[in-house]
């Protein structure tokens, strides 16, 4: 995988409006064609969802309080199971000015054999001055032939916080299916409000060879975890990136992890792990630290249903 600086895809939009893929929906899309949009204002000290809209598989479920800070905690629930090949789903969310946002999934993200077709999914992600938005979904598994292209981009504002995670497993492993999809293109991009790019891109396209994923063929989990802030103190990056390294130290050789410094400022862990557990268990001190040192808040328990 690369993290490089690359040219602007063009800002992120906020607001409703009419989409390529709704001119295009005839009744063969329902179903297939989904979207679900977010628009997140502060009112007081709690974030609340102003506007929303969803279309299937998309379903919207009311966002709850998660503790006495206001933040607002959103679960992407997809009642059909997966995707499969043909759909196309999108999300777009937009944070307000100070809001707090912790978006995640209630299971895995399923992505099922295509013959042809990939499944496609894009996520578009604004957050406003002095926002922070929390984007820790479940992790995505590629079953064996599964075809996905996948877009994260994410712009945010001066001031505006940002922690990401995205985790691909090797596909269904107690079936035998590790690295047996057919096709996978992931991208994540963050634009902060100077103009610094972070990029991460990889497309894997099965070959001949048993180690045509490199190095990664080893793992079962592949995982990157961002932390973005334009107005965090150098003493408190310091602090944090210290602490994080430790919590990679004492991992054992379930999980193997790098800790970076990406082009826009924050700091970069990207992770390979053995099991599900191994990655769980990494993630969550992380995610931790993160918490502690930025907000001076523990680890939330997600209700997951």
């Given at each position: 995988?690369?993290?490089?600086?690359?040219?602007?895809?063009?800002?992120?939009?906020?607001?409703?409006?009419?989409?390529?893929?709704?001119?295009?929906?005839?009744?063969?899309?329902?179903?297939?064609?989904?979207?679900?949009?977010?628009?997140?204002?502060?009112?007081?000290?709690?974030?609340?969802?102003?506007?929303?809209?969803?279309?299937?598989?998309?379903?919207?479920?009311?966002?709850?309080?998660?503790?006495?800070?206001?933040?607002?905690?959103?679960?992407?629930?997809?009642?059909?199971?997966?995707?499969?090949?043909?759909?196309?789903?999108?999300?777009?969310?937009?944070?307000?000015?100070?809001?707090?946002?912790?978006?995640s999934t209630p299971s895995a993200n399923?992505?099922?054999?295509?013959?042809?077709?990939?499944?496609?999914?894009?996520?578009?992600?604004?957050?406003?001055?002095?926002?922070?938005?929390?984007?820790?979904?479940?992790?995505?598994?590629?079953?064996?032939?599964?075809?996905?292209?996948?877009?994260?981009?994410?712009?945010?504002?001066?001031?505006?916080?940002?922690?990401?995670?995205?985790?691909?497993?090797?596909?269904?492993?107690?079936?035998?299916?590790?690295?047996?999809?057919?096709?996978?293109?992931?991208?994540?991009?963050?634009?902060?409000?100077?103009?610094?790019?972070?990029?991460?891109?990889?497309?894997?396209?099965?070959?001949?060879?048993?180690?045509?994923?490199?190095?990664?063929?080893?793992?079962?989990?592949?995982?990157?975890?961002?932390?973005?802030?334009?107005?965090?103190?150098?003493?408190?990056?310091?602090?944090?990136?210290?602490?994080?390294?430790?919590?990679?130290?004492?991992?054992?050789?379930?999980?193997?992890?790098?800790?970076?410094?990406?082009?826009?400022?924050?700091?970069?862990?990207?992770?390979?792990?053995?099991?599900?557990?191994?990655?769980?268990?990494?993630?969550?001190?992380?995610?931790?630290?993160?918490?502690?040192?930025?907000?001076?808040?523990?680890?939330?328990?997600?209700?997951?249903?």
């Open positions: 995988m690369i993290v490089t600086r690359h040219p602007s895809f063009g800002a992120g939009r906020s607001g409703r409006r009419v989409t390529n893929d709704e001119q295009r929906a005839t009744p063969s899309d329902v179903g297939r064609v989904g979207e679900l949009v977010l628009d997140y204002d502060r009112h007081g000290r709690e974030t609340l969802l102003a506007r929303s809209h969803c279309r299937s598989p998309w379903h919207l479920l009311p966002p709850i309080q998660l503790d006495d800070t206001g933040a607002s905690y959103t679960l992407l629930v997809n009642p059909s199971g997966g995707l499969v090949g043909g759909d196309r789903l999108s999300v777009k969310a937009r944070l307000g000015p100070g809001t707090h946002v912790l978006v399923r992505v099922y054999r295509s013959l042809s077709e990939p499944s496609v999914q894009t996520v578009e992600l604004t957050v406003g001055s002095g926002a922070v938005l929390e984007w820790v979904p479940e992790v995505t598994i590629p079953f064996a032939g599964s075809r996905l292209h996948q877009r994260i981009h994410v712009t945010l504002a001066e001031g505006a916080t940002l922690l990401l995670w995205d985790v691909l497993a090797s596909g269904r492993i107690a079936r035998g299916e590790r690295w047996a999809f057919t096709d996978l293109a992931n991208e994540i991009r963050i634009e902060t409000a100077d103009g610094k790019v972070s990029l991460e891109r990889v497309h894997l396209v099965p070959g001949d060879e048993p180690d045509w994923v490199g190095l990664a063929g080893d793992w079962n989990y592949v995982g990157s975890f961002y932390v973005v802030g334009d107005q965090i103190g150098a003493e408190v990056w310091k602090k944090l990136e210290d602490r994080m390294g430790l919590v990679l130290e004492e991992k054992g050789p379930a999980v193997l992890g790098g800790l970076s410094e990406p082009p826009v400022p924050g700091l970069l862990v990207k992770l390979v792990a053995k099991s599900a557990p191994a990655l769980t268990d990494t993630l969550e001190p992380l995610w931790s630290e993160v918490r502690s040192c930025l907000w001076n808040r523990p680890l939330p328990a997600l209700r997951r249903s």
